[in-house]
Nanobody, 120 residues
Framework: QVQLVESGGGLVQPGGSRELSCAAS????????MGWFRQAPGKQRELVAA???????NYADSVKGRFTISSDNAKRMVYLQMNSLKPEDTAVYYC??????????????WGQGTQVTVSS
């Protein structure tokens, strides 16, 4: 039994900043990778950023140079620092975790999502 809980969404002006947080809890043996996906109106869910247990990161081209993903393995948390936000960043952001549960590989898990709206 694993759950991911996101926080930090809200309304922000274009050019502003916002930090999202996600906490993983439950019967977790190890976390292989965590990341953030988003889904905007009229679009498919897309990868925003991901980070592996070794610290390797991957970003969507649309957010490179503006967003930074980080994690705290001890706290089982992942963060997404979003800077220079644009209206096109408006979406529901979902936390993702690929992990091993205490009973074995648990596959992907998703948070409930948090709305980020970039508007004047």
């Amino acid at each position: 039994q694993v759950q991911l809980v996101e926080s930090g969404g809200g309304l922000v002006q274009p050019g502003g900043s916002r930090e999202l947080s996600c906490a993983a809890s439950g019967s977790i043996f190890s976390i292989l990778a965590m990341g953030w996906f988003r889904q905007a109106p009229g679009k498919q869910r897309e990868l925003v950023a991901a980070i592996t247990s070794s610290g390797s990161t991957n970003y969507a081209d649309s957010v490179k140079g503006r967003f930074t993903i980080s994690s705290d393995n001890a706290k089982r948390m992942v963060y997404l620092q979003m800077n220079s936000l644009k209206p096109e960043d408006t979406a529901v952001y979902y936390c993702y975790a690929d992990l091993v549960e205490t009973t074995g590989y648990g596959g992907p898990h998703w948070g409930q999502g948090t709305q980020v709206t970039v508007s004047s």
